[in-house]
């Protein structure tokens, strides 16, 4: 393959990328609903606007080591396991955020 036949394929490849950022991609673009459907069940790849809220957090090492091992010896993820422990919290504990929230709208 010449220069010149390399050349054209890189120009190719650079549209491609091109029209795929500008919503001619390959990727559906999800309505606002199924967006946040898709973000409750924690499934956005592959649709366009459908994405999840995102932290980046650190943890202490026993933290960090208890989340690895135990979300692995479930067969779920990280990201899973960190949810349902928190969905556990929530539910369990509903009147601290009812408060917090009215805390914060007043303020």
Known sequence: MSKKDLKIEAEGRLLN???TLQG????????????AARAAA????????AKCDRYNMAFTP?????????????????T??????IDEYRENNPEI???AKKLIEES
């Open 42 to 49: 924690l499934k956005t790849q592959g649709k366009k606007g």
């Open 24 to 35: 001619g991609g390959k990727y559906p673009t999800a309505t606002p609903e199924e967006a």
């Open 80 to 85: 899973k396991f960190v949810n349902q422990i």
């Open 97 to 99: 955020y009812k408060k």
């Open 62 to 78: 026993v933290n960090y080591d208890y989340i690895n091992i135990v979300s692995r010896v479930k067969g779920i993820s990280k």
């Open 17 to 19: 990328n091109l029209e």
